[in-house]
């Protein structure tokens, strides 16, 4: 590509995160053409490999295949840039002064000082440096160990009380900001609901994948909770509970889990 004309891939399983961090790079870099969007690392590198673009920013999580994964099958073709909401993995990256990477939400000044670096990158003679082992240390930090026992139990604060919630009681699991919101029955099976302060992503690997589904960025099921499911416009649906009025959204990316509809 020529260098007055750099073109850019966004990888986001949210379409309004794409939007927006578009949106902000055609105001701080006006000549950058952002040729591709892709909803997972998948596409990401299907697109990759169709377009070519100079450079790629890659949600570090993303369903099936992450942005790490992908990230590893572009190589050293394009310039990388990750972008996430988890300031330990960007940190490791860009230690070692190779990789950038932008923290969610993205702050304009943050945005500004990327955009500077790739620009003196993509002027350099120089090919982009050799980030393999990296990028596999990345994408080890990633894999739960494989002898993990699933979460039995989680503690939260209701009122006054500490509470030992037991996960099999759990209905539903919701992102709350920083927080995660967790739906359960207590031991006469009342409904209950109560705040935890652990990121949803966090949680995600030590839940039983049998028991447990993530259906949206934000929402995570117990698969025993379910009713039934609807299918609604734009290739989304929505969950119905036993016993509950909330009705959880399925967005495009999960809506494979319930084909058989």
Known sequence: MSASQPTALIADDEPLLREALAAQLADAWPALQVVAHARNGREAIERFESLQPDICFLDVHMP????????????????????????????????????????????????????????????AVEPATNTDALLEELAARLRPPATQAPLRWLRALVGQTLKLIPVESIDYLRSDDKYTRIAWRDDGGQLAEALIRLPLKELLPQLDAAQFAQVHRSVVVSLRAISHVTRGDNDTADIHLKGRREVLPVSRTYLHLFRQM
């Open 64 to 123: 099936g295949v992450s942005g790490i994964e992908a990230a590893q099958r572009i190589g050293r073709r394009a310039h990388l840039v990750f972008v996430t909401a988890f300031d330990h993995y960007a940190v490791q990256a860009f230690a070692h002064g190779v990789l950038d990477y932008l923290v969610k939400p993205v702050e304009a000044a943050r945005l500004a000082d990327t955009v500077s670096r790739l620009q003196e990158r993509l002027r």
